[in-house]
């Protein structure tokens, strides 16, 4: 089985299922924090999915998995070879580590590709494109729809559909191979699972809803970078759809982890052109360099923005409650069938 023909069955899969997962919206006006809060409550524990095989693990993994493929001389004109090659060059494509250093443009655009595919919003964006060729052509045949461009480019651009090709793949490849070398193939397959898995969670987490209504739907993603050795985490708060301002543009909250700095997060709200950012940091020294260079990223902001407001807060608890500030255990959750 070739991997047309998974994406096939795929994009059957979806055309034949409604997405349940709401279209993201907005946040809300710039508040700056100014006092930590020392005080800790026992019940606020994460309900969100943690990534025990993060993306560097992941990246690292399949390039193994690369040069080992290249090692098989004996196989590397087979159909499955081949295959592997192919979605193996698509995922390294999708985690392409982004650049710091780069202009702000260039950072905000790969950090977009990063968001749009993380897989989470996958069974959505082919729901759309559904609808748009049903829209233009009518019906098509199944096969023929599977090797339309546009189906064919969200395909190769998103990470899920890949890595469930990938997984079919490895299932058929460890049949095929001695105990040794099926052994380095199921190491792979429980990586890659494990990260399929934490995309599943998080389209589960977006069709339930607490007992009380909230105003966010929030995603996390883990976002790679050249100059850190650590997957950088991204939280997306989307205004939820229904809201006044379900048009706005998201809430972010960014979590990194440096050698010069140590764990920084920052917040940004942005209303309209109007953007605020608030840095965390875990000691004076490490806010004394972020403030060194405030004017400068506020005039480079500004090129972008109509006003910026930059703070820098000392505050290790708001580093520390990163991952469990938003979900609560204790929150009773009910099935939303509306969404």
């Known amino acids: 089985m070739d991997d047309l023909t998974i994406q096939g069955q795929l994009t059957g899969r979806v ?37 025990r095989k993060d993306l560097h693990s992941l990246r690292k993994v399949l390039l193994n998995l690369t040069d080992w ?84 480019g969200l395909m190769a651009k998103d990470i899920k559909p890949n890595l469930l090709v990938l997984n079919t793949l490895l299932d058929s490849l460890s049949l095929k191979l001695p105990a040794r070398a099926s052994n380095f193939i199921v190491s792979v397959k429980k990586v890659v699972e494990q990260v399929l ?36 985490r ?13 048009n706005q543009q998201p809430r972010l909250s960014l979590m990194v982890e440096m050698d010069c700095l140590g764990s920084v997060r920052t917040d940004f709200w942005m209303v309209d052109r109007n953007l605020s ?13 972020i403030n060194e260079k405030q004017i400068d990223l506020e005039k480079k902001l500004s090129e972008t923005f109509d006003t910026v407001a930059v703070n820098v807060v000392i505050s290790k608890k708001k580093i520390d409650d990163f991952d469990s500030e938003d979900l609560m255990l204790s929150k009773e959750k009910i099935v939303n069938l509306k969404i």
Not at 206 to 228: G, V
């Open 234 to 246: 991204l939280k997306v708060y989307y205004r939820k759809k229904g809201r006044r301002e379900a």
């Open 197 to 232: 898995s934490n995309i599943g969670e998080q389209q589960l987490i977006a069709m339930e809803k607490p007992s009380e209504p909230e105003n966010f739907q929030l995603f996390l993603h883990h976002l790679l970078f050249e100059e850190l050795d650590k997957d950088a």
């Open 69 to 152: 493929i290249i090692d098989q001389k004996q196989n590397r004109s087979t159909l499955l070879h081949q295959s592997l090659k192919t979605v193996l060059a698509k995922i390294e494509q999708i985690l392409q580590p982004a650049m710091l250093s780069g202009s702000v443009e260039d950072l905000a655009s790969r950090i977009k590709a990063f968001v749009l595919a993380s897989g989470i919003y996958f069974e959505k964006h082919m729901e759309s494109a559904l609808k748009n060729l049903d829209s233009r052509h009518g019906p098509i045949d199944f096969h023929e729809l599977a090797k339309h461009p546009a189906i064919r």
């Open 15 to 51: 055309s034949s299922e409604r997405s349940k997962i709401t279209k993201p919206g907005a946040s809300v006006p710039a508040r700056p924090v100014t006092k930590e809060i020392t005080a800790r409550d026992p019940k606020s524990e994460a309900h969100f999915p943690v990534i």
């Open 277 to 289: 950012v608030t840095f965390f940091v875990e000691n004076e020294e490490a806010g004394s360099r």
